[in-house]
T-cell receptor
Framework: NAGVMQNPRHLVRRRGQEARLRCSPMKGHSHVYWYRQLPEEGLKFMVYLQKENIIDESGMPKERFSAEFPKEGPSILRIQQVVRGDSAAYFC?????????????FGQGTRLTVV | DAKTTQPNSMESNEEEPVHLPCNHSTISGTDYIHWYRQLPSQGPEYVIHGLTSNVNNRMASLAIAEDRKSSTLILHRATLRDAAVYYCILREGAQKLVFGQGTRLTINP
């Protein structure tokens, strides 16, 4: 059973371009979470999705950021018109079922650099 | 979100036990206590979690105070590979894990 797969591992974008980050959860997991980690800072929650639904987007910036988790395929975090401040590591996690008695499994992250 | 308090950093020696404390005085009856760690340049990794009773797994042990207002993660025999930032998190019904600053653990050879 492969772990949470994120790609690409490294992404370089020029200011104003779009960044698309992909996350394939573990097999059988239907809950996906996205986190952002700025250099030398902690992990900040962005969004929680279940298949085809956004459950909690309280950590998502109001503009330029969007996330989806379609019925088929990976979850996508999309950043439009990237700025230098978007440079960070973006981590995805997945869980199998709803409830507090389950652990979350994290991917290795996508490191976005905006030049 | 319920809050936890951890020391910013701790240091220990290789092959010795390490006790990482966490205070969570506002914990609710349904909060589980989760521990994750993040090694340099990697994603967070699940360590252990529990509700009321002490828990053991291959990585660590979790000792939970009787009043549940504090807990301790125990690494029985630290190795250099255990050097990481350790996060103590209360997981509520909202499902998201809210990470604090954690404890940066340094292991001396």
């Amino acid at each position: 059973n492969a772990g949470v797969m994120q790609n690409p591992r490294h992404l370089v974008r020029r200011r104003g371009q779009e960044a698309r980050l992909r996350c394939s959860p573990m097999k059988g997991h239907s809950h996906v979470y996205w986190y952002r980690q700025l250099p030398e800072e902690g992990l900040k929650f962005m969004v929680y999705l279940q298949k085809e639904n956004i459950i909690d987007e309280s950590g998502m910036p109001k503009e330029r950021f969007s996330a989806e988790f379609p019925k088929e395929g990976p979850s996508i975090l999309r950043i439009q018109q990237v700025v230098r401040g978007d440079s960070a590591a973006y981590f995805c996690a997945s869980s199998p079922v709803e409830g507090v008695n389950t652990e979350a499994f994290f991917g290795q992250g996508t490191r976005l650099t905006v030049v | 979100d319920a809050k936890t308090t951890q020391p910013n950093s701790m240091e220990s020696n290789e092959e010795e036990p390490v006790h990482l404390p966490c205070n969570h005085s506002t914990i609710s009856g349904t909060d589980y206590i989760h521990w994750y760690r993040q090694l340099p340049s990697q994603g967070p990794e699940y360590v252990i979690h529990g509700l009321t009773s002490n828990v053991n797994n291959r990585m660590a042990s979790l000792a939970i105070a009787e009043d549940r207002k504090s807990s301790t993660l125990i690494l029985h025999r630290a190795t250099l590979r255990d050097a990481a930032v350790y996060y103590c998190i209360l997981r509520e019904g909202a499902q998201k894990l809210v990470f604090g600053q954690g404890t940066r653990l340094t292991i001396n050879p």
